[in-house]
């Protein structure tokens, strides 16, 4: 029974480490294309293999991403 109860648990800590290794790898890696001071942050690709992520901009040394806002004026 308590060679049982030592596989059993063998195996789990087995399977877990497996999982967070899989896990791990597909974790895709945040890059930064950049000039000084503006950039392009790669999340990730999409099914045609086109780069997805978001505009960035360094602030203090610090990546921000850009957010853009839509003005909306009347038609004269």
Same mark, same amino acid.
């Given at each position: &029974?308590?060679?049982? $109860? !030592?596989?059993?648990?063998?195996?789990?800590?087995? !399977?877990? &480490?497996?999982?967070? $290794?899989?896990a791990?790898?597909? !974790?895709?890696?945040? *890059?930064?294309?950049?000039?000084?001071?503006?950039?392009?942050r790669?999340?990730?690709?999409? /099914?045609?293999?086109k780069?997805?992520?978001a505009?960035? $901009? *360094?602030?203090n040394?610090?990546?921000v991403?850009? *957010?853009t806002m839509?003005?909306? *004026? /009347?038609?004269?």
């Amino acid at each position: &029974m308590r060679k049982l $109860a !030592v596989l059993w648990l063998g195996s789990l800590v087995l !399977v877990s &480490m497996g999982t967070f $290794a899989i896990a791990q790898s597909r !974790v895709p890696e945040s *890059r930064i294309v950049s000039g000084n001071d503006i950039g392009f942050r790669v999340e990730g690709f999409d /099914p045609s293999g086109k780069p997805t992520g978001a505009l960035v $901009a *360094r602030i203090n040394n610090e990546w921000v991403e850009i *957010r853009t806002m839509i003005s909306v *004026r /009347p038609v004269k």
